[in-house]
């Protein structure tokens, strides 16, 4: 299960940070990420960040933008700066792990519920 947070009504220009968290039975990670879809759009990655360290950005958010990961808590942050109207989507958070179902592990891939992110002045 993934919980995300941090979402609301911003004016351009200003910040807001995401917050997503993994709960259940897991057994790894191997890559969170926030992904978004604005109305009538198709959903797209914002960005990305796997067990290794490598972080991936969309074009239009870099230099805005920050993943950060806390693999202790099993969660992953956005740090998003200098908002724009265009940013306004629901955000979701993806999580590529494995979990314990039955005495085995089972990868997949798990999205949150989403939360909306609206730049408006």
């Known amino acids: 299960q993934l919980v995300e947070s941090g979402g609301g009504l911003v004016q351009p220009g200003g910040s807001l940070r995401l917050s997503c968290v993994a709960s259940?039975?897991?057994?790894?990670?191997?890559?969170m990420g926030w992904y978004r879809q604005a109305l009538g759009q198709e959903r797209e990655l914002v960005a990305s960040?796997?067990?290794?360290?490598?972080?991936e950005y969309q074009g239009s958010v870099k230099g805005r933008f920050t993943i950060s990961r806390d693999v202790a808590k099993n969660a992953v942050y956005l740090q998003m700066n200098d908002l724009k109207p265009e940013d306004t989507a629901v955000y979701y958070c993806k999580s590529d792990m494995g979990e314990w179902s039955g005495g085995i592990v089972m990868f997949d891939d798990y999205w949150g519920q989403g939360t909306q992110v609206t730049v408006s002045s």
């Open positions: 960040i796997n067990s290794g360290g490598t972080i």
């Open positions: 259940g039975s897991i057994y790894s990670i191997n890559s």
